[in-house]
Structure formats: C-alpha cells, structure tokens
Nanobody, 114 residues
Framework: QVKLVESGGASVQPGESLRLSCAASGIRHTYYTIDWKRQPPGMQRELVGTITSGGATNYADYAKGRFTISRDKDTIYLQMTSLKPEDTAIYYC??????????WGQGTQVTVSS
C-alpha cells in the first residue's frame, strides 16, 4: 500500500527559500506520477508540478523558474525559492497512476509573511 508523508513546511519571510520533502513507501508500480499540489487559504487545491516515474518534470506557469521538483530514491522534494506571500498554502504530494490509483499525503503548511 502506497503511503506518502510530507515534511518541511515552515513560516518564512518573503524572498526566502524552503525545501519540502515527500517520503514515499509501498510503491511497486512501474509507471506512476507524483504531483505536488497546494491549497491556499479559502481556495481550491491547485497543481504546483509533477514528476513521473521516469524522472520527467512539469510545472504550473507560476512555479516555473522558482520551484524545482526532484527525487532521491523514495523521497520527492519540492525546492521553493523567492517565496511570496501568495505561496502560503498547505502543500500536498499525490501519487497517481493511469489505472486510477490515487493516494494523498497529509499535507504540510507553508506560510510566507513578513
């Protein structure tokens, strides 16, 4: 059974950087995608970016150039730079497959405020 655990959320000031981690366990699938998504206060959940089982990454327009997704064995990282107040959100990682499997982590809070 796939399990995802996010960590690394914190309160930071505008312009600072932060790296989130998503520890994955139980993945036995050959092909899958891990999304990073976020939910700002009072808003719907939105995509930050994705990484496939083959290592290909893709990003939402607002994340390009500031956010980077990477992977080291069973941990998926979201490196965020030049953080803005509008990046304040709960950040989630999400496992999915083309056959409909879907597993969410519990989320980690990022607050960007001066």
């Amino acid at each position: 059974q796939v399990k995802l655990v996010e960590s690394g959320g914190a309160s930071v000031q505008p312009g600072e950087s932060l790296r989130l981690s998503c520890a994955a366990s139980g993945i036995r699938h050959t092909y899958y995608t891990i999304d990073w998504k976020r939910q700002p206060p009072g808003m719907q959940r939105e995509l930050v970016g994705t990484i496939t089982s083959g290592g290909a990454t893709n990003y939402a327009d607002y994340a390009k150039g500031r956010f980077t997704i990477s992977r080291d064995k069973d941990t998926i990282y979201l490196q965020m730079t030049s953080l803005k107040p509008e990046d304040t959100a709960i950040y989630y990682c999400h496992f999915r497959t083309h056959l409909g499997a879907s597993v969410w982590g519990q989320g980690t809070q990022v607050t960007v405020s001066s």
